[in-house]
């Protein structure tokens, strides 16, 4: 679906959702559209609404009902939506996106999260005009990996980490965004795909049994990748039938240390047994690159400098 047809079915702003007031379209996807709202306290949240745009169409304003033949996928997805949201409402960690309330209205469910001031990852290597700088981007992804630590034990997959869900606040710190694991189980049934080229790993196109840890691990190599080539990566499934994937190791030669680029080859392995098995082995291996420190300046300086740059 276009964006301007996406558009035209979004909640109106002025909108009231519960104790919650709509006052701006922040994205709108083909799973769940995202809004910017205010409650009634005038503290700003954003809210995420079940809107599988393939599957549902809005009835007037607000009510969605699903396309018929497409009933019994959508309550699918609506209940795995649910189910999410309730898993993540019980982490609270400061590299999760906290989700602070969740509810049904309009024959579908919406997540109310805490709204961050910052920009993402990918608007940061956009603005860019070379590779993000290896001491920045390594205390990121460690930091952000405390983060996947939490959810990987609480028995969940991320399964859509890409620089566009890895939210970079104004002091520097990231918080991940966007869990693509409902949209997988949804996908199980549709069988529609809901992988992002690039940044998803083989398994999640056609062997999704195999899908554990170092899928999502597959993922932040991948997003590393793009902050040395400023682009997403070959995608799994071209990499499946003929790997010409330039190796990190070859791309960052005097750009990043030897270290760093090895560990970026060895998460987007093709098979998944040679991956790091664990976000704990990663991140034990990217402790232990050692980074000169930045002789021109503080690095959390240039970073804040970058994200509150006008886009």
């Known amino acids: 679906m276009k964006l301007a047809n ?15 007031t709509i006052t701006r379209v922040l994205s709108l996807g083909g799973f769940s559209f995202v809004y910017l ?3 009634k306290q005038k503290n ?10 393939t599957l549902a169409k809005r009835d007037g304003q607000t009510h969605i009902r699903s396309n018929g033949k497409n009933e019994a996928a959508y309550k699918h997805g609506m209940k795995c939506f649910f189910e999410e949201g309730l898993a993540l409402a019980n982490i609270e960690h400061k590299n999760i996106v906290r989700v602070k309330n ?12 805490k709204y961050e001031r910052g920009k993402s990852l990918q608007d940061y290597i956009m603005a860019l005009t070379q590779p993000v700088p290896e001491n920045f981007m390594i205390r990121m992804f460690v930091e952000l990996l405390n983060g996947l630590r939490e ?17 970079i606040r104004l002091d520097g710190s990231p918080v ?6 409902a949209r997988q189980a949804l996908s199980e049934v549709t069988l529609a795909p809901t992988y992002t080229p690039g940044f ?36 799994a499934n071209i990499r499946l039938n003929e790997d010409t994937l330039v190796p990190a190791i070859q791309l960052g030669k005097q ?16 098979d998944y047994l040679q991956r790091p098995q664990s976000v704990f082995s990663l991140q034990k291996k990217m402790i232990e690159v050692h980074v000169a420190d930045d002789a021109r300046g503080s690095l959390v300086d240039k970073i804040i400098k970058v994200l509150t740059k006008p886009l």
């Open 44 to 53: 700003t949240v954003a809210i995420k609404e079940y809107m599988p745009v």
């Open 37 to 39: 709202a205010q409650d």
């Open 6 to 20: 996406k558009i035209d079915i979004a909640l109106p702003v002025g909108t009231v959702l519960h104790d919650y």
């Open 255 to 270: 750009i990043y240390s030897e270290k760093l680029l090895s560990i970026i080859d060895d998460c987007m392995h093709i």
């Open 200 to 235: 998803a790993p083989p398994e999640q196109y056609i062997d999704r049994k195999h899908l554990g840890p170092w899928s999502d691990i597959y993922s932040i190599g991948a997003s590393m990748y793009a902050c040395l080539q400023r682009s997403s990566p070959l995608a």
């Open 102 to 113: 969740f509810f049904r209205a309009n024959n579908t469910v919406y997540m109310v999260m």
């Open 176 to 181: 991940l965004l966007d869990f693509g694991s």
């Open 151 to 167: 959810v990987h034990s609480r028995k969940l997959l991320h399964l859509d980490i890409k620089p566009a869900n890895i939210y």
